[in-house]
């Protein structure tokens, strides 16, 4: 049966019943594959999407508890040529290395920043402590979250005042940002895991197909735990 969804801005028709779990029609029916199948428990956070404004894991959520709510995904937020300030911010501070948690970190800090413009460490900590990364980039993480709330900010003064930042700014931006990225040879894969995930099979962050698994992962460490 077909059932119509919003995904992104954009109607879609779907050949998927009210049963079948959001993240295999994102990824199997609509080929959006941001959201990764982690641990198909919810409690990874790899699959994470934003639904209604609401951060939900679309692993256990069915498509017909969806409705008519919209659906955003990390694919919605940026692209290649003009990426969000959270993927411009993870790729400035490589804050990844598989990238296979990174889907739900940023949306997670996306809801973060859309309620809390200038969030602490502590807030940040808080708001990702759900989601678990095995490669312990976790301090890059909350820079990449800090540098991308400082650009929003910045974004938001240029457009109150007439594409002019007031006196002092730049120096006060350059000390909220921190210690500079190291350069790395990985930018590239990592650029794909934080904007293009459609071509991630190919930067080797898994297939493009989501079945379910027989098995859990074991549990690796969230972001609170830094």
Excluded at 78 to 84: A, F, I, R, T
Excluded at 207 to 224: L, Y
Aim: hydrophobic share 35%; charged share 20%; with cysteine.
């Amino acid at each position: 049966m077909s059932t119509r969804i919003t995904v992104n801005g954009e109607f879609r028709l779907v050949d998927a019943g009210p049963d079948t779990p959001l993240l295999y029609v994102l990824r199997n029916d609509l080929g959006l594959n941001g959201p990764k199948f982690g641990c198909g428990l919810g409690q990874c956070g790899a699959c994470a999407a934003i639904v209604a404004g609401n951060l939900v894991r679309t692993c256990s959520t069915l498509l017909r508890d969806v409705g008519n709510d919209h659906v955003t995904t990390l694919e919605g937020l940026g692209s290649l040529e003009n990426p969000h300030a959270l993927q411009k911010a993870f790729i400035a501070e490589q804050a990844a290395q598989c990238g296979y948690c990174t889907n739900g970190i940023i949306m997670a800090a996306k809801i973060l920043l859309d309620r809390n413009r200038n969030p602490d460490d502590e807030e940040i900590k808080d708001a990702l402590a759900e989601h678990l990364c095995r490669c312990g980039v976790h301090n890059r993480v909350v820079r990449a979250v800090r540098r991308a709330a400082v650009e929003l900010a910045r974004r938001r003064i240029l457009c109150c005042h007439g594409g002019v930042l007031p006196r002092g700014w730049g120096s006060s931006l350059q000390r909220s940002r921190g210690r500079p990225a190291r350069r790395s040879a990985r930018r590239r894969p990592i650029y794909l895991s934080v904007c293009a995930t459609t071509v991630n099979s190919r930067a080797g962050y898994g297939s493009n197909r989501t079945t379910p698994s027989s098995s859990s992962p074991a549990r690796p460490n969230s972001v609170r735990a830094s």
